[in-house]
């Protein structure tokens, strides 16, 4: 009997973004339209798809077309129960995302903490759009799909630009470089080089919030409103106070340095935390955690961005 190679379907979900985007010359590479061409389109434009996918099927679904500068609550829990629908079919390996670069950290984070799953769910993005003279979309979008059949490939992860990032430390940390992420002091987690992934740091496993369940089965528009504050010179409590009143459920402060807080900020988040506002304290340094007790403020998980931070707030907030 001839020994059968088992086929696994692989998911391709679009969301929109740079990697979808399209100028009117192909010399435009700032001048364009994010969230404009399909996913199936851009999966055509792959090189050699045929041979990453070694005669696996392949299913692709638009979830979203947006710019990421605008993603929003309902467009996050459509696309976690998309990828939660996929991931729970038993032939389906793993998924791959093609998302805007300027939020995607955000995106990432959120799926780390709502998708109970061990299967790999792998997002992609471009700096230059689809109609560039050499567009960088199909190169990171046929990495993507190396690293999601990756025997070793689980959790959450990003691939741009050949490097491999988890969801916990990466970051957006350049405006237009075709390499825009990093993942600080942690580093990459790995890289694709001539189509090969070579693993540099352990993956982390599923870290799905206790609250996930209820959050994703929550009208969007009824999510804990939670805000990010900046601390900086001048800072004005004036914020707090109308946050506050405004019905806010949640803040996160970026502290200065190892999360010092403007004396007058301080005062006002102290103010509002004693009337129930719920109050993490995270950092605008982009690299590095929290050491020591530096407010009188709850921090937040270590070494997570004040954007990450404010989705756990949100889920916390749920219980
Ligand atoms: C976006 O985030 O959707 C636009 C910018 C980008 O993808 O680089």
Not at 13 to 29: F, N
Not at 98 to 125: F, I, Q
Not at 145 to 156: D, H, I, N, S, Y
Not at 232 to 254: E, F, Q, Y
């Amino acid at each position: 009997m001839v020994n059968q190679k088992k086929l696994q379907k692989w998911v391709v979900l679009g969301t929109g973004g740079t990697i979808a985007g399209t100028a009117a010359s192909p010399s435009d590479l700032t001048a364009y339209q994010a969230g404009q061409l399909g996913v199936a389109v851009l999966l055509d434009a792959v090189p050699g798809l045929r041979e990453v996918l070694q005669d696996d099927p392949l299913v692709c679904e638009q979830v979203a077309q947006l710019d990421s500068k605008d993603m929003d609550p309902a467009t996050w829990q459509a696309l976690a129960l998309r990828c939660a629908h996929w991931l729970a079919q038993p032939d389906v390996g793993g998924v791959v995302i093609t998302h805007g670069t300027d939020t995607l950290e955000e995106t990432a984070w959120w799926l780390h903490k709502v998708l109970d799953t061990t299967k790999p769910v792998v997002l992609t993005c471009a700096m230059r759009p689809a109609t560039a003279a050499l567009p960088d979309g199909p190169q990171n979008l046929r990495d993507a799909l190396t690293v999601v059949r990756e025997p070793k490939a689980r959790g959450v992860l990003v691939v741009c630009a050949g490097h491999i990032h988890s969801a916990r430390h990466v970051q957006k940390v350049h405006p237009f470089r075709l390499d825009a992420f990093g993942s600080g002091e942690a580093g990459p987690c790995g890289q694709v080089v001539s189509g090969q992934v070579r693993w540099q740091a352990p993956l982390d496993g599923p870290q799905v919030h206790p609250q996930a369940g209820q959050l994703l089965a929550c009208a969007a528009a009824d999510w804990p409103w939670v805000e990010v504050l900046h601390s900086h010179a001048g800072a004005d409590p004036r914020k707090v106070s109308l946050l506050a009143a405004a019905g806010v459920r949640g803040l996160v402060v970026a502290g200065t340095g190892n999360g010092t807080v403007h004396q007058l900020l301080l005062a006002a988040v102290l103010q509002a935390q004693a009337q129930g506002v719920a109050v993490r304290l995270s950092t605008r340094c982009s690299e590095g955690p929290l050491v020591g007790t530096p407010a009188a403020l709850q921090m937040t998980e270590p070494g997570l961005n004040p954007f990450k931070a404010r989705i756990s707030l949100m889920l916390d907030l749920m219980a």
